[in-house]
């Protein structure tokens, strides 16, 4: 992205060049949400060769660095191990991300209606609820087909989250 002077003086980002990001996750987005299995296949095998990139980082700097850290050995083993787990075997790591996934999408719905209750005084403190409703429901949806729905949701939920990112980048790209 290139930098450039605002009018009020301040160094800034060209807003017009997320346009291209932004087709870009669009294009992603409808993707995932045509092809849900294989964008959550593509998910999880992603986070596995994370965890195994970060394994051997952590093992061969703990070899490096610190020979007697004995956390960074253990840690780096198991990032590795979880990381070749999900590799080989993804349908096991996809359910584990999908639980992971509804156990989030709880807390947070939860969480954002007794927000919305302790912030009462103000304008619009109804709206975390609609949001903690919509977190609850997305739970339900995640648990009412689980384990089965781990083929799928991760793909459909990431589908969908790349392409309102994509859309509001475009719209951002528009209107700066």
Request: charged letters at 10%.
């Amino acid at each position: 992205m290139s930098m450039e002077m605002t009018a009020e003086g301040r160094t800034g980002v060209d807003p017009g060049r997320y346009g291209t990001l932004g087709l870009i996750l669009l294009i992603l987005g409808i993707i995932g949400i045509i092809f849900p299995v294989f964008a959550t296949w593509m998910v999880v095998w992603l986070i596995a060769f994370l965890l195994i990139i970060g394994g051997f980082a952590l093992v061969f700097g703990t070899a490096y660095v610190d020979r007697k850290n004995f956390g960074g050995w253990i840690l780096g083993l198991i990032l590795l191990i979880f990381g070749f787990a999900m590799l080989f075997y993804p349908y096991f790591g996809a359910v584990a991300m999908t639980t992971i996934m509804g156990i989030f999408f709880i807390i947070a719905g939860i969480g954002s209606i007794i927000f919305a209750f302790a912030v009462r005084e103000y304008r619009g403190w109804w709206l975390p609820i609609i949001s903690g409703v919509i977190s609850l429901i997305l739970a339900a949806l995640i648990f009412v087909g689980w384990p089965e729905s781990s083929k799928w949701i991760i793909g459909l939920f990431v589908g969908i989250d790349l392409l309102l990112q994509g859309i509001s980048l475009m719209v951002m790209s528009k209107f700066a």
